[in-house]
């Protein structure tokens, strides 16, 4: 009886050990990647943003009836929070942290004849999709440098158009326009490596960061960018908080 | 005094530089044109030498595409549209899906066609040799050749037999995808969105009116107005359709183009007789 009781609790001992070693060794990975987090804000007064001038297309006019579109340059939340600034490691990034491609797809919506996000982070060769939500037709046109080995195309997508699925092989701040409805301007912000985009309070999170000394790099469409140096220990999170200046 | 004039043309030459760089910060220079002189072109079989084209270049091309192919030519500022640049290696005539680099055929008939509306005259004068050879040239100017292989030309099934049917089935796909929104609800250039049309440049750019009898900018056989929509027009806001329109109804749509062209033919002739009404822009979607 008391070899039984012996046996088995060697057995759930070897048992907890194996996954206990399963589960840190999960962790151990887990742990080794840190992130780097922090708040973009803008100084002082968010700058007026022009309203749009839908009219020439009764459906965009439609759908803006009771939430009037404005200019997103500036996209400023409470205390000063600013979104979609586009973060990432400009320096520093080795191995795969630097040559991974995330399998997430992110979409880039058409809906009420805005971009749905207005800023799209992607990693260099990161799938994407573009869609359309909207019952009036748009034509997609992004517009690099080819120099860059980011070719321009463009294409239609009337009311219920499949998604457009492309990716992008070199880093560039892309602009994309719809010359159908002429105010329609979006950015595809091409980085390499881990990335965060900040929301609408300012905040952001850089995941999946591997232990190291950095660059930072916020990118803000119309105020530039900035960097700070940081550090990320094992598991830990280092900080970087931006302040832009409207321009 | 002489250190005074030192010094200005000191200056002016610093300006000068920094002017020069700040202007063209991913300019070409000869010396990359250079390693990529060995360029040939292929059509059916002629092939095309980029160090053959080279004379023909200068004498009748450069005026206007200018010595390193950038369109920066002398004549830049007088022609509108502007000249390609040929370091980008983007083209609004080609076979090509948007987003890829032309055939050589694709340029070997352009060269010939010229650009309706343009300042690119026809250029029938040349052999076909001296013309594969200008193709190799223009390759040469953008690295795009050495890097990327030109696109998989679309496939144009055969021309249908025009039918009352299909005119009016071309009418629903020039509704559905909504060609009006530029090109007008009868074709005269006057949609919503073609007052403030812009090329990639960000210059203004027309729509083409199809009630004037001009030659549509890429060829005016059935199959190039086939092949304009399916493949856009890149540089322009004239984007590819190939995702949402059937290889089928590609023809339909040509034949109602057809229809709002004034020169006379079939289509026009039996849209007549059908009393084809243009489209209603205010119609629901799928409703007209």
Request: aromatic share 8%.
């Amino acid at each position: 009886m008391r070899n039984r009781y012996k046996f088995a609790t060697a057995l759930a001992a070897v048992v907890g050990v194996c996954c206990a070693a399963l589960i840190l060794g999960h962790k151990v990975n887990a742990a080794g990647e840190g992130k780097i987090t922090g708040t973009v804000k803008l100084d002082g007064a968010a700058p007026h943003m022009k309203g749009i001038d839908m009219s020439k297309d009764p459906y965009c006019v439609k759908a803006h009836a009771n939430d009037p579109a404005h200019l997103e340059t500036y996209v400023v939340g409470a205390n000063g929070g600013l979104e979609n600034v586009v973060l990432y490691i400009s320096e520093g990034l080795t191995g795969g942290a630097l040559t991974e491609v995330p399998t997430a797809e992110p979409v880039f919506d058409q809906k009420n004849c805005v971009y749905t996000p207005h800023v799209l982070a992607l990693d260099v060769n990161q799938k994407f999709k573009v869609t359309t939500s909207d019952q009036t037709a748009h034509n997609i046109h992004p517009n690099p440098n080819p120099m860059t080995g980011n070719i321009p195309w463009n294409q239609s997508q009337p009311p219920g158009a499949p998604p457009v699925e492309k990716s992008w092989k070199a880093p560039e701040f892309i602009e994309v326009k719809c010359n159908i409805h002429p105010w329609m301007h979006g950015w595809h912000a091409v980085v390499k490596g881990p990335y965060a985009t900040t929301d609408a309070s300012g905040n952001y999170t850089i995941n999946n960061v591997p232990p190291g000394n950095y660059t930072v790099t916020a990118w803000q469409e119309a105020a530039g960018t900035q960097t700070q140096k940081v550090t990320v220990a094992a598991g830990g999170a280092a900080k970087a908080d931006f302040t832009f200046k409207a321009k | 005094m002489r250190t005074r004039m030192h010094e200005w043309s000191l200056c002016l030459g610093a300006l000068a530089l920094l002017v020069l760089t700040q202007a063209s910060p991913a300019q070409l220079t000869k010396y990359d044109l250079e390693t990529r002189i060995g360029m040939e072109s292929h059509i059916g079989n002629i092939t095309g030498h980029a160090k053959d084209g080279k004379d023909d270049y200068r004498r009748y091309c450069v005026g206007c595409h200018g010595e390193l192919g950038d369109g920066n030519g002398e004549n830049f500022p007088w022609v509108d549209p502007k000249p390609r640049d040929f370091q980008l290696g983007i083209f609004k005539c080609r076979s090509t899906p948007t987003g890829t680099l032309p055939t050589d055929e694709d340029l070997f008939d352009t060269i010939a066609r010229g650009l309706d509306r343009s300042n690119m005259p026809q250029w029938s004068t040349f052999t076909k040799q001296e013309r594969a050879d200008l193709v190799a040239w223009i390759k040469h100017f953008s690295p795009r050749w050495t890097n990327e292989k030109p696109g998989t030309p679309i496939q144009i099934p055969p021309e249908p037999e025009v039918t009352a049917e299909r005119i009016k089935a071309g009418r629903d796909v020039f509704a559905r995808v909504q060609c009006w929104k530029c090109h007008g609800v009868l074709g005269q250039a006057n949609g919503p969105s073609a007052a403030t049309l812009q090329d990639d440049l960000g210059r203004p750019i027309a729509a083409y009116n199809f009630t004037e009898g001009a030659r549509p900018k890429c060829g005016d056989t059935d199959r190039d107005i086939y092949r304009i929509f399916m493949t856009g027009l890149d540089g322009t806001p004239m984007p590819s359709f190939a995702d949402n329109i059937k290889p089928d109804e590609a023809w339909d749509l040509v034949f109602y183009l057809r229809a709002l062209m004034p020169q006379k033919s079939k289509e026009r002739e039996m849209a007549k007789q059908l009393g084809l009404r243009p489209v209603d822009p205010n119609a629901p979607v799928g409703q007209q």
